[in-house]
């Protein structure tokens, strides 16, 4: 069994073979359907291609229909490997090099590329959170102002950005509303639209992994740091941040008026726990209930 590893470039992608093979496939469809009928001479254990600002995207999604076991990782996770195995130099197919022999080595966790849906609802995800921060920007500049035309100005932008954000919540309830399991993820109170909406475009692996993977996924699986009798505080790294903030917020709420996770809060507090570290820990335990809940929501789903 090989591992493979694909370095991703606007126009092309190398690919290497541990210890086999190497070529170089264009980043288009016509490449993709070379570079399948390539690699079908190799047993495969996983394929793995670092997040390259969405260039990885479509080759990704093209590798997975096709049936292959495809892993997408941080670049900072591929160069720290490469340090660690004594590789300073980085060219293309060094890169593609490092990325087989991790393939080969690591159990890493399968990636799932998101659904037609969910690209579109990605989309207008982005879109809302451009809105909210250009929103929080002109506030600010509307306080700095004494001109009552431009004050007049300021308002009528404030007033029209948040009517698109009315216009946009509303559009992309509707698209949660018309996919099974996800209509009713948010009844857990503090899971509102904007994490539910979240979830869905940014973590489709939500119902596919456990309680520990999923955590850790998304950066919130806690890291020992030990040596011998010393004993570091354990911190949370990595992950996916958009996915975060949306569970910081959600669990702010989820603290005031869900009674099984302000009672698990207020535990934490009990036994000493800083206020950060019991709201980290409300934030995992809501990814779990929501994740357990999906997993539930997607064998109903299957025909027996």
């Given at each position: ?43 495969i ?7 390259s ?78 809105l ?17 035309v ?47 909406s ?6 489709p692996e ?5 309680s ?6 998304v ?14 505080k ?16 959600a669990?702010?709420?989820a ?6 996770l ?18 980290v820990a ?23």
């Amino acid at each position: 069994m090989y591992g493979i590893g694909i370095d991703v470039s606007q126009a092309t992608l190398d690919v290497a073979v541990h210890e086999q093979a190497f070529d170089q496939f264009s980043n288009d469809k016509r490449g993709f359907v070379r570079l399948i009928q390539w690699l079908k001479q190799w047993p495969i254990t996983q394929v793995v291609l670092e997040a390259s600002g969405g260039y990885e995207r479509a080759a990704l999604e093209a590798l997975h229909d096709a049936g292959l076991p495809m892993v997408r990782i941080n670049p900072a996770r591929a160069r720290r490997f490469a340090q660690a195995t004594g590789r300073a130099a980085k060219t293309d197919r060094l890169d593609a090099a490092v990325l087989a022999q991790m393939a080969h080595l690591l159990p890493l966790t399968r990636c799932v590329p998101p659904a037609p849906w969910q690209r579109r609802l990605a989309e207008f995800a982005q879109c809302r959170r451009h809105l909210v921060q250009m929103r929080v920007s002109e506030m600010q500049h509307l306080r700095q102002l004494t001109d009552p035309v431009l004050i007049t100005i300021k308002q009528r932008h404030l007033a029209q950005l948040s009517e698109d954000l009315k216009q946009l919540d509303k559009a992309m309830a509707e698209q949660l509303a018309a996919q099974p399991g996800w209509k009713n993820i948010g009844t857990l109170k503090g899971a509102g639209p904007i994490l539910v909406s979240t979830l869905a475009c940014e973590l489709p692996e939500l119902g596919t992994l456990g309680s520990k993977a999923i955590a850790s996924l998304v950066g919130l699986a806690p890291m020992n740091r030990e040596s011998g009798t010393w004993q570091g505080k354990r911190s949370i790294t990595g992950g996916r941040a958009v996915v975060r903030e949306a569970l910081y917020m959600a669990a702010l709420t989820a603290i005031r008026y869900e009674p099984k996770l302000r009672d698990f809060y207020a535990t934490l507090k009990a036994k000493g726990k800083a206020s950060k570290v019991a709201l980290v820990a409300v934030m995992r335990k809501m990814l779990v209930i929501l994740n357990a809940r999906m997993r539930d929501a997607q064998s109903e789903s299957i025909p027996a």
